[in-house]
């Protein structure tokens, strides 16, 4: 369920990312006026480089700067136009004048290098000229992903990755990982989410197998528009130069000025905000909190959260740790900052941890915000443009894991995007049945507001908690079928089933309260997300055997849409997914 951990996301994440070797600790004096904890805890961490992508930046400016844009979402009752990123042009490019002052050709360029850098290198290793274009300096952050090796061999079986590189890039592995609800009871798991790999090593390797295969990289290149010829995809950066290529893939995160214009400022449906941080001193430090829920919702300035936390043993030292606090809002005026989430977190995780915070040095400190919409997975809206990662909604709307669903995917998506690119599909419908409908990730929304802390007339304030509780215990009874595709972020009919109908059961009295939380309109369209999870998982079970060894004989056009519908019923039901 939790992928949080590590926050590989691309939503906005930032950190403070010191050398580790110049923290100290920072002892929290209570003071009637002056800096907040939190101004005083940033500020006295030294400054250390910065690096591009999700957690890359740092500093209680970087705070401020996110907490005015975040507000700035709350606040906004009227959708603003954004900048116009894309337009389409008739003609063809090499006529133009564009075509003279081209700097260099690409069957491919990406456009985020962070985790766009995956999809470039599978797409080089399938024999495509691929160039990745980078806002800042291509390389992976010091705070660790968690992920389980499960999910990291999928990358190796696409081929950009080996097992020897999965040794090299593991910084910590822990077992086992607890499921906790406060005042509830606990429910213990292992192999999910227990190792902490490297992004600054993994990132390192990937870069130089993807320039050794002759990848290009335009680092400190901000993408300043996008023309749409008939026969190409031009792309201008902020410093003149000209980049074409057959195909765009925006892989510039959920911010990505592409999508925006796509979305046309449109708020988002819901918000995860995160804060915690990485300290030394934990004595007890070997197993991980995949999930942790606080007993009730609490009162946070105008408004209210459910609180949720991560803990993971960090790689960087046997006494160090990381830990996590997030809540799932919906963006409107009164939610709290993130400075207000990180004044409780100091004050809530020595509690949950069961430290005290005097005897803990800070050396990072990590904030972030995760947006999400209900329509996703995005569908391409222009042609030879493709979204990719979150900037394509693909991500869990519960766990934001960006790199879990990277693993998960990206062999679906370099197949799908080669044979693409080899028989010119490249139109916006065509690239579309790449992101296609999946009935599993829209119902996840369903746990999204089920999870959300804003109190409805009826419903107790310990409900979010309970219900977790109670379905996190069915789970368990009913064994790892049913309980770890959910851990991993899969929702497949039959264990979904099977688990409602054994909380029914149990817990019938907890019915009611569920739809006063989310509410019946809610419910009537996750009920129909529901039947066509089932619908998918019979197409993929009974139907898909019978289509696909008639694959072959099909024309080219319609041999691509039966395999990427055919994916969509498998990825869609959650099939994929093997123990």
Not at 1 to 11: D, E, H, P, Q, R
Request: charged share 20%.
């Amino acid at each position: 369920m939790a992928k949080l951990g590590g926050f590989s996301s691309n939503g906005v994440f930032i950190s403070s990312l010191p050398m580790i070797t110049s923290a100290r600790k920072f002892c929290l004096l209570p003071q009637a006026t002056g800096p907040s904890k939190t101004q005083r805890i940033m500020e006295s961490i030294p400054a250390a480089e910065e690096a591009g992508g999700a957690g890359g930046a740092y500093s209680y400016n970087a705070l401020k700067r996110l907490d005015s844009l975040w507000s700035t979402i709350c606040n906004d009752s009227a959708v603003q136009e954004p900048k116009k990123m894309v337009s389409n042009v008739s003609g063809l490019f090499r006529e133009s004048e564009q075509a003279e002052k081209c700097i260099d050709m690409f069957d491919v360029v990406v456009c985020g290098g962070t985790l766009g850098i995956f999809i470039a290198t599978a797409l080089s290793s399938k024999g495509l000229r691929v160039g990745i274009v980078e806002k800042s300096i291509l390389r992976g952050r010091e705070q660790e992903w968690n992920i389980s090796r499960k999910e990291l061999l999928e990358l190796v079986d696409v081929g950009v990755l080996t097992e020897d590189d999965i040794y090299h890039i593991t910084a910590n592995s822990f077992n086992p990982n607890r499921c906790g609800f406060e005042g509830k009871g606990d429910i213990w798991v292992n192999d999910i989410l227990n190792l902490g790999i490297s992004p600054a090593k993994l990132i390192e390797i990937m870069r130089d197998r993807f320039t050794c295969i002759g990848g290009i990289i335009f680092e400190g290149c901000i993408v300043s528009h996008v023309t749409i010829f008939e026969d190409a995809a031009v792309l201008e950066l902020a410093d003149g130069k000209i980049l074409s290529a057959s195909l765009i893939i925006d892989a510039m995160g959920n911010f990505s000025p592409i999508v925006r214009q796509i979305r046309n400022g449109k708020k988002p449906d819901g918000v995860c905000l995160v804060v915690g941080s990485c300290c030394r001193g934990f004595e007890q430090n070997s197993t991980s909190d995949v999930i942790y829920s606080s007993a009730s919702v609490k009162k946070v300035g105008r408004s209210e959260a459910q609180y949720f936390w991560e803990a993971f043993p960090a790689g960087s030292g046997p006494l160090e740790r990381t830990t996590y606090m997030f809540t799932y809002l919906y963006p409107e005026p009164g939610c709290p900052l993130l400075e207000e989430l990180l004044e409780d977190y100091w004050e809530l995780m020595p509690k949950y941890q069961g430290v005290s915070l005097e005897d803990l040095e800070v050396l990072r400190v990590i904030f972030g915000i995760f947006p999400t919409y209900r329509d996703g997975p995005l569908p391409a809206a222009f042609d030879r443009v493709l979204q990719f990662g979150d900037a394509s909604s693909i991500q869990s709307p519960v766990s934001f894991g960006g790199f879990g669903s990277l693993t998960r995917h990206l062999g679906r998506l370099s197949s799908g995007i080669h044979e693409a690119f080899d028989n010119d599909f490249l139109d916006a419908q065509s690239l579309s049945l790449l992101n296609p409908y999946m009935p599993n990730l829209s119902a996840s929304w369903l746990f999204q507001r089920a999870m959300s802390g804003k109190s409805q007339s009826g419903v107790s304030p310990t409900f979010v908690n309970e219900l977790l509780y109670a379905n996190f215990k069915s789970m368990e009874k009913l064994g790892d079928p049913i309980l770890r595709p959910f851990l991993q972020d899969v929702i497949q009919f039959g264990p979904l089933v099977k688990t409602l109908g054994l909380v029914m059961i149990s817990q019938p009295l907890i019915i009611p309260s569920i739809f006063k939380k989310v509410g019946l309109p809610v419910l009537i369209e996750w009920s129909g997300h529901f039947v066509m999870l089932g619908i998918y998982t019979f197409l993929s079970s009974y139907i898909d055997p019978l289509i696909r060894p008639l694959l072959k004989t099909l024309p080219a056009k319609e041999r691509y849409e039966w395999r990427r519908k055919l994916e969509a019923w498998t990825y869609g039901s959650g099939l994929d997914y093997k123990l």
